[in-house]
């Protein structure tokens, strides 16, 4: 499986940004999918993720009710809807797939994700 991240960039505190993340060589709407991030300094820590079973997502204490992950399966794209962006959401971003297909509940830790893209900035000034 191979994914591309996109969509990051310089916004201000209080504004929105979508991330996508393009997948390619595995069937998309089995995969298990997430989205990590790390600051500068930080691990990489967990942000959202979702499961092909039934739509699920799970996301960290803190983007709840700010951030959203959606997917496109005709597209092979699962996106990070951002919204109320503060300074302490500026990292990079990734999205990650798990070689398992999680059928009860939804890996939240870096060793539990096999594939990674690139990566992409995201920028939020105060």
């Known amino acids: 499986v191979q994914l591309q991240a996109s969509g990051g960039g310089l916004v201000q505190t209080g504004g929105s940004l979508r991330l996508s993340c393009a997948a390619s060589?595995?069937?998309?709407?089995?995969?298990?999918l997430g989205w990590f991030r790390q600051a500068p300094g930080n691990e990489r820590e967990f942000v959202g993720a979702?499961?092909?079973?039934?739509?699920?997502?799970a996301y960290a204490d803190s983007v709840k009710g700010r951030f959203t992950i959606s997917r496109d399966n005709a597209k092979n794209t699962m996106y990070l809807q951002m919204n109320s962006l503060k300074p302490e959401d500026t990292a990079v971003y990734y999205c990650a797939s798990a070689k398992s297909v999680w059928l009860v509940g939804i890996p939240q830790f870096v060793y539990e994700y096999d594939y990674w893209g690139q990566g992409t900035l995201v920028t939020v000034s105060s």
């Open positions: 979702t499961i092909s079973s039934g739509g699920r997502t």
């Open positions: 060589g595995g069937t998309f709407s089995r995969l298990t």
